[in-house]
């Protein structure tokens, strides 16, 4: 069976600093993979998504920058932090091919920057 | 432009049925899902509509019109558990998924 893993769970952060935050998959191979941000009580913004090892494409222009080094991970990074990139930030994959296939997210990770 | 369109809060009550529409405007249409997520937890995956009529799985059914870029979640027999956020999500062309901002259902007693 396939699962997500996010790591860390929590993160406080000051303004400025940098972040990594990764993301990876098992029991599955060639995923499309998707970062997303959700700010507090609203819905997700796509930030990035993946469709193959070195591939990324940002939705939106901001501060972070996302990698996939390898076929089931993925990281997102950011240089220096701002106080709106406070959020929970959701990892999710989706199988390759047709459309019509559910994403699976993985458990987040809610950031704080302070 | 891409938008999708769903009410922000609802409330119903515990045994009842409640109906969460969503209206969608996207640029290229491969499906449309309906996601439930308990507060501070990931989505979870509840209902795939690509053509057009009612899908039904349990106690939970969604409904797609596709020319009039609708759908609806219904919800029967609601129990307590069932509070939570339901995102409507449209897969457009590509590898995309557009979210909804969810609509916030409480179940009360």
């Known amino acids: 069976s396939q699962t997500i893993h996010q790591w860390p769970a929590t993160l406080v952060q000051p303004v400025g600093s940098p972040l990594s935050l990764e993301c990876t998959v098992e029991g599955t191979s060639n995923p499309n993979l998707y970062w997303y941000r959700q700010a507090a009580g609203r819905g997700l913004q796509l930030l990035f998504y993946s469709v193959g090892i070195g591939q990324i494409s940002s939705e939106v222009p901001q501060n972070l920058s996302a990698s996939r080094p390898q076929d089931r991970q993925f990281i997102l990074s950011s240089k220096k932090l701002l106080l709106s990139d406070s959020g929970f930030y959701l990892c999710?994959?989706?199988?390759?091919?047709?459309?019509?296939?559910?994403?699976?997210f993985g458990p987040g990770t809610r950031l704080t920057v302070l | 432009g891409q938008n999708i369109d769903q009410p922000t809060e609802m409330t119903a009550t515990e045994g009842a049925i409640v109906q969460i529409n969503c209206t969608y405007q996207t640029s290229g249409f491969n499906g449309l899902f309906w996601y439930q997520q308990h507060a501070g937890e990931a989505p979870t995956f509840l209902s795939y509509n690509v053509l057009d009529g009612l899908e039904e799985k349990g106690r939970f059914s969604s409904f797609l019109s596709r020319s009039k870029g609708y759908s609806y979640l219904l919800l029967k027999e609601l129990q307590m558990k069932d509070s939570a956020s339901y995102l409507c999500a449209v897969q457009g062309g590509g590898f995309k998924t557009i979210f909804g901002a969810g609509t916030r259902l409480f179940v009360k007693a």
């Open positions: 999710a994959w989706r199988l390759t091919g047709s459309g019509g296939n559910e994403q699976f």
